[in-house]
């Protein structure tokens, strides 16, 4: 049932990595309109639960419309903020986006971190 290629998937994602073998499989053996995302952070707290759900990238990168609907889909229902966070490689460096007002602040480490315990 190969009704979507893993050769139909834009080249910047292949190169980038973002075929791993479960995405290829899921591309290659479902029907169309089957999507998935790879959310990659729920942020969660034994005493609150759910805080919020983060999707990470590196810094030159940016979620699509797609993407960006379907996490903030998903963060509405559950009642818990969205964010989009791109990083350097160094992890010195983290641009932080609400996805619901997209607001964006460049953040330290210790600026990221502070805004990760204080969600």
Known sequence: ????????????????GYAKPYSRWHWENLPPYCYMIDLDCVEWRPSKGIEALIETRATDTFLNKF???????????MNVPAYFVRHNPELTQFKVMNLATEQEKIMTAEDYKNFLKYL
């Open 1 to 16: 049932m190969t009704n979507k290629p893993i050769d139909s998937v834009p080249s910047q994602y292949r190169q980038r």
């Open 67 to 77: 993407q960006h609907g379907i996490i903030t889909s998903i963060a509405q229902a």
